[in-house]
C-alpha cells in the first residue's frame, strides 16, 4: 500500500498560511468553556473535601491517596495498594472495549453498506441510523430493559420459535451493559465509518480482484487500511464515552457495581459527596484516555511520514 | 461494469445492516405501542387509549412540553451548526495546515470534552460560569453544549478530510485558486458525507443532553431531556412516551423529505 | 431581635400592601424543586392568586440539588424542597434562611407530630410539604409468605434470592439494614460496624439489581418478587394492577419527609414567604397529595384527600408495627466509615 494514491491519513499544507486563524475558533471556545473548568476541576482534586460535598481551600492530597492506598475501613491500618477503583478502572475498560467490539461488528458492514448504495439513498440511511436518537437516553434504555427482561418480548419471541428452552437470563448481567453501550453509541460508530467509506476508491478493490485476491483479502488488506482515519474515529467516539457512562451500566446492569461514571457520579451527586476524589478520578481517568489518544495520533502521523 | 459491482458486494454486509436497523428500532416500538395504553403503566397493557397525547396537547403541561420542545429543537440546531462549523475549520488547519508544534496540543483540546464524564464538566463549568458571572439561562446551555458538541463533529469531518488527497487542493491552487475557492470549489463538495455525518452526531448528542444542561439552566428554562427526567419518584409516564412517537414522527417527516429531495436531486445529476 | 421584628414588620406590611392590590404583578418566584412532584394547575393557582410570575427549576436527587447550589446556583432560587436529613445539612452548611414567628400566617396548620422534628427543630427554616416511608413489597404471585420481616431484604427466603431489587440509595438501604441488626443507625462501634459491612456483602449476592427510578416498574413487570421502594409508589404499581403487597417490617421502615425551605439570599423572600402559607392551607397541600400520592402535614388535609390514599394499605401502617425513623445525619467521621462500607459493597 505504500505510496498508494488513498494511504490513509494524507497530511497536506495547502491551508498551512491560515492555519492559526482556522484555529482560533475552536482554540478560543474550548480553552475558556473546556480547559478553563478542567482546570479547576484538576485544582479541586488537590483540596481538601468539604463535608457533603464541596471544597475547602487547602492543598491534600487526600483524594489520591484514597484512589491508591487501602487504609481499611476505619482508615487506620498500614496503607497497602488500593485494589477497588483500579478494578472499577479496568472493569469499565473491558465493558467499553466490548461494546466498541460490537459496535464495530455491526456497524462496519452497515456503513459499507449505505456507503455502496445509490447515491440518492445514502442521506436518507443516514436519517434512518440516526433517527431513534431523536429519543431521549433514558426511554431508550428504559425500553430495552423492558425487551430483554426475563419474560419480557425478546425472551417470548425466542422461546415461541423455539430457539430457546428458558428465557435467557440477560437483564443485570454485563452482557445487559454492553448490549446497552452498544446501543447508546452505535450510530456514533456508523457515520464516521461511512463518511470515510464512502470516500473509499472502489477501482481499489477491482484491482484487487484483478491480482486475484480474494473477498476476504480485498476487505482487510484494501478497504480497511483505505478508511483507517473513519475507523479510528469510531471507535474513539463509542470507546471513549463508554468508559464514563453510567445510564445503561445503571439501567441494564442493574448497579450492583460501579463503573468509572456511576462511581463519579457517587462523589457529587450521590450521599459520599467527595468533590476532590470526584475531580481526581476524573483527571485519572482523563490523563489515561488523553495518553492513548496521543500515542494513536502520534503513530497514525508516523504512518503517514512513511507513506509520503 | 457487472464484476466492478461484484467486488462491491460484500456477502452479509446488507443482513447486518438489517440487523442494525433491528437493534435500532426494536426499542422505539416498546416506546411506540406504550404511547397508547390506557393504563399508567409502561409494562402493563391495559387498552388503546389517545389520552397520553390528549395530555401532551391540552393537559396542563403542554406549555411546558412546547416550550421545551422548542428550546431543544433550537438549541440541537444552532449548537450542531456552530460546532461544525468550528469543527470543519480545525479539521482543515489540522489536516491540511503542515505540521506544527502545538497539533498533538489541539487533538487533546478538542477531544477533551468526551473524555471527561459528563458530570465533571457540568460541575466545573457551573462552577465557573458562575465565577465568571454568566447569567444562567438559554445563552449558557448553548454555550456548554456547543463545546461538548465539537469532538462529535470533528472526528467524522477528519477523518473524512483525510481520505481526500492533497493533491486536489495543489492542482486547484496551482490553477490560480485561492483558499476560499479551494476550499468551497474543491474541498468542501468532497467533504460533504463527512460534514453531515459530523452535524448529525452533534445535533442528536445535543438533543440528547440531560446532565451538563440541569446543572448549567437557568430557572425555568427546560429542554425535552430535562422536562422528561420526571422519573424520580412517579415513574415514566406513557405521555413521555407518547411526547418521543411524536418526536419520532416530526425527524421520520424529515426523512422523508430528505430522501425525496435526494431522488429529485440525483435526478437531475444522473443527465450528464 | 430588633431587627428581626422590623422585618418582620415590614414583611407583613409588604404582604397586606400587595395583597391589597392582587390585580398587579408582584414580581417573581424561584423554585428549586423535585422532579414531576407539584401539580401544574397548583402552581398555576399561586400564580393567579398573588399575581406573581412563578418559574421552576428541577433536580433529580437531594445531592445533586445540593451540589448545583454550592457549585454557584445560591441566591438564584426562592425555596426548594429538600428531604429531612438535606434541611439539617443546607442548615448546618449555613444555606438557609430563618423565618421568623409570625412570619407565616398559616403556620399554626402544622400537624403538631411535623412542628418540632429532629431535623429542624420548632421548623425554623422549612414546613412540611409530603411525606411518606420506605420499606419494601412483595410480588405475591411469586411469595405468598409472611413479609414483615427486614429479613426478606437482608437474609432472604429461597423463592425470592436473585430477584431483589434495592433503591440505589446509600442512607435508605443503610437504615433499613441497620434496623435488621437492631443496631443504632450512626453507630461507632467497630464491631457492629464490621458486622453491617459482612452482612451487606452476604446479602448482595441474592440481589438482582440496585434501582431508584426503576422500583416500581420492575415490581409491575415481576422481574422483582421484592423490592425496596417507597409507599406512594407502590401504590401507584398496585394500582397498574400488580398484585404487590407493601411491608411494614417488624423491625421498623423508614420515614421521609420532604420540606419547604427558604433559601439564604432569596431574590424574593417575600413571595417564598407566600407560597409557604400558601402550601400550608389545607385545599392546596391536599392538591399536591393527591397528585404525588404522598401524605402531607397539614392539619384539615387529611379529610381532602382521595379516598383510596387516605385508606390505602401503604398509606396506613397495620396496629402494632414498629415506627418509622428518619434516616439520620452522621458526623463527618462516622459518616466516611458508612461511605467506605457504600463502596466496598458496589465495588
Given amino acids: 500500500m505504500a505510496g498508494g494514491v488513498t494511504s490513509s491519513g494524507v497530511v497536506g499544507d495547502s491551508f498551512a498560511a491560515v492555519r492559526t486563524r482556522l484555529l482560533a475558533p475552536s482554540w478560543l471556545v474550548l480553552l475558556f468553556f473546556m480547559f478553563a473548568p478542567m482546570v479547576v476541576m484538576l485544582i479541586y482534586s488537590f483540596l481538601t473535601k468539604e463535608f457533603r460535598g464541596g471544597v475547602i481551600w487547602s492543598f491534600s492530597l487526600g483524594a489520591y491517596d484514597q484512589f491508591f492506598l487501602d487504609r481499611g475501613l476505619f482508615g487506620d491500618e498500614p496503607p497497602k495498594i488500593e485494589w477497588t477503583y483500579i478494578t472499577i478502572f479496568l472493569r469499565s475498560i473491558w465493558q467499553a472495549l466490548a461494546a466498541t467490539v460490537l459496535c464495530l461488528l455491526i456497524g462496519f458492514p452497515t456503513a459499507y453498506f449505505i456507503a455502496t448504495r445509490p447515491v440518492s439513498q445514502r442521506t436518507a440511511w443516514l436519517f434512518l441510523i440516526t433517527v431513534p436518537y431523536w429519543v431521549n437516553l433514558l426511554i431508550r434504555t428504559v425500553s430495552m430493559k423492558f425487551l430483554i427482561r426475563d419474560n419480557g418480548p425478546l425472551n417470548e419471541a425466542l422461546l415461541a420459535i423455539g430457539l430457546i428452552d428458558s428465557p435467557l437470563a440477560l437483564i443485570n448481567t454485563d452482557f445487559a451493559v454492553q448490549l446497552g453501550l452498544f446501543y447508546s453509541y452505535l450510530p456514533f460508530m456508523v457515520l464516521p465509518l461511512y463518511a470515510s467509506i464512502e470516500r473509499y476508491d472502489f477501482t481499489l478493490s477491482e484491482a484487487a480482484a484483478d491480482l486475484y485476491a480474494s473477498r476476504r483479502a480485498v476487505l482487510f488488506r484494501v478497504v480497511v487500511p483505505s478508511v483507517k482515519p473513519g475507523l479510528v474515529a469510531g471507535c474513539i467516539l463509542v470507546f471513549v464515552p463508554s468508559l464514563g457512562a453510567f445510564l445503561a451500566p445503571d439501567l441494564l446492569g442493574g448497579a450492583k457495581n460501579f463503573m468509572i461514571g456511576s462511581l463519579i457520579e457517587e462523589q457529587f451527586k450521590g450521599n459520599a459527596g467527595n468533590w476532590p476524589f470526584g475531580a481526581a478520578v476524573s483527571m485519572i481517568l482523563l490523563t489515561i484516555v488523553m495518553l492513548v489518544l496521543l500515542v494513536m495520533a502520534r503513530s497514525r502521523t508516523r504512518d503517514v511520514g512513511s507513506a509520503a | ?272 | 431581635m430588633k431587627t428581626t421584628l422590623l422585618k418582620t414588620g415590614l414583611a407583613l406590611g409588604l404582604t397586606a400592601a400587595l395583597a391589597a392590590t392582587p390585580a398587579q404583578a408582584a414580581g417573581s418566584l424561584s423554585i428549586y424543586h423535585w422532579f414531576e412532584y407539584i401539580p401544574q394547575e397548583l402552581l398555576d393557582k399561586f400564580a393567579a392568586e398573588h399575581g406573581v410570575e412563578v418559574t421552576m427549576d428541577t433536580y433529580d436527587s437531594n445531592e445533586s440539588m445540593l451540589a448545583a447550589l454550592k457549585a454557584g446556583k445560591l441566591g438564584s432560587y426562592d425555596v426548594a424542597v429538600p428531604g429531612d436529613y438535606m434541611v439539617k445539612i443546607m442548615a448546618g452548611e449555613g444555606m438557609l434562611d430563618t423565618i421568623a414567628d409570625g412570619e407565616l400566617a398559616n403556620k399554626g396548620n402544622i400537624e403538631e407530630q411535623w412542628l418540632d422534628v429532629p431535623f429542624d427543630p420548632m421548623r425554623q427554616h422549612s414546613i412540611p410539604y409530603q411525606w411518606g416511608s420506605t420499606s419494601f413489597s412483595v410480588n405475591r404471585d411469586q411469595y405468598a409468605g409472611d413479609i414483615s420481616d427486614t429479613a426478606m431484604l437482608f437474609d432472604p427466603p429461597d423463592e425470592v434470592k436473585g430477584k431483589i431489587n434495592v433503591l440505589d440509595s446509600q442512607g435508605e438501604v443503610m437504615a433499613m439494614a441497620s434496623m435488621h441488626l437492631g443496631m443504632p443507625q450512626c453507630s461507632t462501634d467497630r464491631t457492629q460496624l464490621k458486622e453491617l459491612d459482612a452482612l451487606l456483602q452476604s446479602a448482595k449476592v441474592h440481589w438482582a439489581s440496585f434501582g431508584s427510578d426503576v422500583a416500581k416498574d420492575v415490581l409491575v413487570s415481576g422481574d422483582a418478587a421484592v423490592g425496596m421502594i417507597w409507599n406512594g409508589f407502590s401504590a401507584k404499581g398496585r394500582a397498574e394492577g400488580a398484585n404487590i403487597e407493601y411491608a411494614y417490617p417488624k423491625q421498623g421502615h423508614v420515614v421521609w419527609m420532604d420540606n419547604v425551605v427558604l433559601l439564604k439570599d432569596a431574590p424574593n423572600r417575600d413571595n417564598a414567604l407566600k407560597f409557604m402559607d400558601f402550601l400550608l392551607e389545607p385545599e392546596n397541600i391536599a392538591a399536591v397529595s393527591n397528585f404525588a400520592q404522598y401524605m402531607a402535614g397539614v392539619n384539615g388535609a387529611l379529610e381532602l384527600l382521595d379516598e383510596s390514599l387516605r385508606t390505602s394499605p401503604e398509606s396506613v401502617p397495620p396496629a402494632g408495627s414498629a415506627p418509622g425513623v428518619f434516616v439520620e445525619v452522621c458526623d463527618q467521621a462516622t459518616q466516611e466509615v458508612y461511605d467506605a462500607i457504600w463502596t466496598r459493597l458496589k465495588k
Avoid at chain 2, 37 to 59: D, H, K, M, Q
Avoid at chain 2, 120 to 140: E, H, N, R
Avoid at chain 2, 175 to 182: D, E, K
Wanted: aromatic share 12%.
Fill in chain 2, 1 to 272: 461494469m457487472s464484476r466492478a459491482h461484484d467486488v462491491r458486494h460484500m456477502p452479509g454486509f446488507g443482513f447486518l445492516a438489517v440487523v442494525c436497523l433491528l437493534v435500532l428500532y426494536l426499542p422505539l416500538l416498546v416506546v411506540m405501542v406504550y404511547s397508547f395504553n390506557e393504563s399508567r403503566s409502561i409494562t402493563l397493557w391495559g387498552g388503546f387509549s389517545l389520552r397520553w397525547y390528549a395530555e401532551i396537547f391540552y393537559g396542563p403541561e403542554s406549555p411546558k412540553f412546547k416550550t421545551a420542545a422548542w428550546n431543544s429543537l433550537t438549541i440541537a440546531l444552532i449548537a450542531a451548526t456552530s460546532a461544525t462549523l468550528i469543527a470543519t475549520s480545525a479539521a482543515i488547519a489540522m489536516v491540511r495546515g503542515g505540521s506544527f508544534r502545538l497539533r498533538s496540543a489541539t487533538f487533546g483540546l478538542i477531544t477533551m470534552p468526551i473524555m471527561v464524564p459528563e458530570i465533571v464538566t457540568a460541575v466545573a463549568t457551573l462552577v465557573f460560569f458562575s465565577s465568571i458571572g454568566f447569567v444562567l439561562g438559554y445563552a449558557s446551555i448553548l454555550v456548554a453544549h456547543i463545546v461538548f458538541c465539537i469532538p462529535f463533529a470533528y472526528l467524522p469531518i477528519s477523518s473524512r478530510l483525510q481520505g481526500i488527497e492533497s493533491h486536489y487542493d495543489e492542482a486547484a491552487q496551482d490553477l490560480y485558486a485561492n483558499r476560499w475557492q479551494t476550499f468551497r470549489y474543491v474541498l468542501l463538495p468532497m467533504l460533504l458525507p463527512g460534514v453531515l455525518s459530523g452535524f448529525l452526531l452533534a445535533f442528536i448528542i445535543s438533543l440528547d443532553d440531560f446532565i451538563i444542561t440541569n446543572f448549567v439552566k437557568g430557572a425555568g428554562v427546560e429542554t425535552l431531556p430535562t422536562a422528561i427526567f420526571g422519573a424520580v419518584k412517579q415513574g415514566i409516564k406513557p405521555d413521555i412516551m407518547a411526547l418521543s412517537t411524536l418526536l419520532l414522527g416530526v425527524s421520520v417527516l424529515l426523512v422523508t423529505a430528505s430522501w425525496w429531495l435526494g431522488r429529485k436531486d440525483s435526478a437531475t445529476h444522473d443527465q450528464h
